[in-house]
């Protein structure tokens, strides 16, 4: 069995910062790609921010220069540091992992329960 468990969401005034984290746990032989997705109120899921197990990263224009994704190896866990929050940021965040479950061989993409993030004064 494997779980992602995600961290770090609250209640943030525009123009502040948080700092999420996720980390996989159980059957897992190795990690690929990580990232961070989101949605909001009546919106769809839109990727927020990617990053593969070398580090290469990929963002969402309207983040680009405000959040910043980065993963530790060791530990299972992907981060998704947020600057200069705006009151559209606002959603719940999902982070996924593509990884290979111990044993089967197998690839399968897992996604976390998610965070909410609220940007407001």
């Known amino acids: 069995q494997v779980q992602l468990v995600e961290s770090g969401g609250g209640l943030v005034q525009p123009g502040g910062s948080l700092r999420l984290s996720c980390a996989a746990s159980?059957?897992?032989?190795?990690?690929?790609?990580m990232g961070w997705y989101r949605q909001a109120p009546g919106k769809e899921l839109e990727l927020v921010a990617g990053i593969t197990r070398a580090g290469s990263t990929n963002y969402a224009d309207s983040v680009k220069g405000r959040f910043t994704i980065s993963r530790d190896n060791a530990k299972n866990t992907v981060y998704l540091q947020m600057t200069s929050l705006k009151p559209e940021d606002t959603a719940v965040y999902y982070c996924n992992a593509d990884l290979i479950v111990r044993d089967s061989g197998y690839g399968v993409r897992y996604w976390g329960k998610g965070t909410l993030v609220t940007v407001s004064s």
């Open positions: 159980g059957s897992i032989s190795s990690i690929n790609a």
